[in-house]
């Protein structure tokens, strides 16, 4: 049985040989990996990118191909980089049992400024370079691989990553206006990103904005419905218009058991409060 095979008979609900697996990793642990089973250094992308060696090496079943703003996590070796959305971020250390780690935090964002919105100009979703090295990965590993196009970061969080989550949750609150305005940028970058990847050939789409904690969600049900479902649900439908089999992965990071059952279930049709979103 293919990995292919393995993952389409999981989501057909029905019982594979073994289960499905998948990971991804941080570039440091990703070189820690790679020292130990002898294998050359090479640049990693957490969500993947063009090098896929540690499938084939580890047994994974999927293969995750990613454009978007979270591609900026770990965009460079720099202590302190400005990635192309405008976004400056540092390299903040840690210790471990293994000595210094880092993860990246923010130290600039473009659009906490208000006089910045109008003239901010995102990056273009449309650049072949962009989507080029896919080409050799369907050709390479699509007939035997899962192929996961990646687009998280999607609408809300890659929004505050832009504005600032304070700032954010307050336009939601008293700027409808200017919190639409932002929130469309990513929305609209990734969604031409998802279609130019389904257009190509991905088995999947891999969507989600960390809306969910261990306790419960960060913003209520209703400011979900309000700014968020609508867009997903035009999400989901613009993709699935190109390959109705089209399966789409939701991340959430944590507890949205309130808006779980419109999100499963219905036509696909949702724009409304209390209408299914069926992704």
């Known amino acids: ?88 971020w540092r390299q903040a250390e840690y210790q471990t049992r293994f000595g210094v780690g880092k993860y990246t935090e923010f130290a600039r964002r473009p659009l906490t400024d208000d006089d910045n919105l109008a003239s901010y100009i995102p990056p273009d979703p449309n650049r072949e370079e962009l989507y080029r090295p896919l080409q050799g990965i369907l050709e390479q590993y699509g ?63 891999w969507i989600g904005d960390d809306v969910g904690t261990q306790k419960g969600m960060m913003i209520s049900p209703e400011m979900w419905r309000k700014y968020l479902k609508p867009r997903l649900a035009q999400f989901c439908q613009e993709i699935k218009a190109l390959n109705p089999q089209l399966k789409i992965a939701y991340h959430s990071d944590g507890n949205i058991y309130p808006i779980i059952d419109e999100m499963v279930s219905g036509d696909g049709k949702a724009v409304r409060s209390n209408d299914p979103l069926s992704c």
């Not at 969500?47 to 060696?53: K, L, Q, S």
């Not at 832009?162 to 990513?186: C, H, Q, S, Y």
């Open 1 to 88: 049985m293919t990995s292919k095979e393995r993952v389409k008979m999981a989501f057909a609900h029905q019982e594979p040989d073994r289960v499905p697996i998948t990971a991804s990793f941080v570039p440091e642990f990703a070189r820690r990996l790679r020292d130990h089973f002898g294998m050359s250094q090479n640049p990693v992308n957490p969500h993947g990118g063009e090098v896929h060696d540690f499938e084939e090496k580890l047994g994974l079943d999927v293969i995750q191909y990613s454009v978007g703003i979270a591609n900026s996590y770990y965009a460079s070796e720099e202590q302190e980089y400005t990635c192309e959305w405008g976004i400056t």
């Open 143 to 205: 007939k035997e691989y899962y192929l996961l196009g990646v687009t998280v970061c999607t609408i809300f969080e890659g929004a505050w990553y832009l504005r600032g989550l304070d700032r954010l949750l307050m336009d939601m609150v008293m700027d409808e206006e200017k919190a639409n305005f932002v929130l469309d940028i990513p929305f609209r970058y990734h969604l031409q990103a998802a279609k130019k990847l389904v257009s190509m050939g991905v088995d999947g789409i």
